[in-house]
């Protein structure tokens, strides 16, 4: 038996291929009430087969829309995120401005009070080395100003004009050594010379180990010299090293200016205690190798 069905496997095969579609055109043309035993017996062989070829046609064709789909959606996510990316890119500029606002309103706020006649400038560079403590400003000559003119933000003085080009000049800050501004206790007005000492602090000299300077204290200019207008502020002494011997006492000073965040600042071009061209030029000859005169 098994080897006449190996041998005319073909024409059996064929049998039935033709055999299925006329019993299934046969049956389907029929009420369910007429089908006869041939016809049962065919459709419960030929029922299987098509569900078979159904459900393998509807995975491939589910397959495929998923995998349309699922192309669009790698479609639609990247074009989300690169409207993610704009939008913070967006959003970082819009803050940016926002903190660039509230600094520059601050600055204003100060100049409405002091009544000073300012020139805000953006900082545009500092200096690395340890011992030039020093900024560059994107303002010069061009807008008025000069050597020796005193800088300072809303928070305090950063320190003087240096030297000047047309559209840039260079301010030395209050944290270099070479520095010096008198300074007055704001609480026990005693009096010394705040000069730079490191590139965080500054420390004040040519106090008397008498003088009442505690820790906490505030420190402003007191105008001496007339390249500072007095009460701005310079700095808060953060520690006091009072020995029992000598006549001086160690002091000191955190400014009041926080230099590693330092974007903008406002250059004094006119107030009441201005120094005169001749004493500029005097102050304008200090440099590395010429130490300050130092205030008793």
Same mark, same amino acid.
């Given at each position: 038996?098994?080897?006449? &069905? ?38 419960? @062989? ?19 829309? %998923? ?39 601050? &600055? ?28 560059? @400003? ?15 933000? %809303? ?85 006091? %090293? ?7 006492? *160690? ?41 300050? *005169?130092?205030?008793?």
């Amino acid at each position: 038996m098994i080897k006449y &069905l190996k041998e005319y496997r073909f024409y059996i095969a064929l049998f039935f291929f033709v055999l299925i579609p006329i019993v299934a055109i046969d049956t389907t043309s029929r009420a369910p009430r007429d089908y006869r035993l041939p016809d049962k017996v065919i459709l419960g @062989i030929v029922s299987p087969i098509q569900s078979a070829i159904t459900w393998t046609l509807d995975k491939l064709a589910s397959g495929f829309e %998923n995998y349309v789909f699922l192309f669009n959606v790698r479609q639609d996510n990247l074009s989300l995120l690169e409207e993610n990316r704009k939008l913070l890119g967006t959003i970082s500029e819009l803050r940016e401005s926002q903190q660039e606002n509230l600094r520059l309103r601050k &600055l204003l706020d100060f100049q409405e009070q002091s009544k000073f006649q300012t020139v805000v400038a953006r900082v545009i560079a500092k200096d690395v080395s340890t011992e030039f403590r020093a900024i560059r @400003i994107n303002r010069g000559e061009s807008s008025g100003i000069k050597r020796n003119m005193p800088v300072f933000t %809303n928070e305090g003085i950063v320190g003087r004009v240096l030297r000047t080009s047309a559209n840039s000049a260079d301010v030395v800050t209050i944290l270099d050594p070479l520095s010096a501004v008198d300074a007055i206790d704001q609480r026990s007005r005693a009096r010394g010379t705040v000069e730079g000492l490191t590139d965080e602090l500054c420390a004040m000299r040519f106090t008397l180990r008498t003088d009442d300077i505690q820790t906490g204290d505030v420190l402003v200019s007191s105008g001496l010299g007339g390249m500072f207008p007095k009460g701005i502020p310079l700095g808060t002494v953060s520690r006091v %090293n009072r020995k029992s011997f000598g006549i001086s006492q *160690e002091v000191e000073v955190r400014p009041s200016v926080d230099f590693t965040k330092l974007e903008e600042v406002m250059v004094v071009i006119h107030h009441a205690m201005v120094p005169t061209s001749d004493k500029a030029e005097k102050l304008d000859k200090t440099d590395k190798t010429e130490k300050p *005169e130092k205030k008793n």
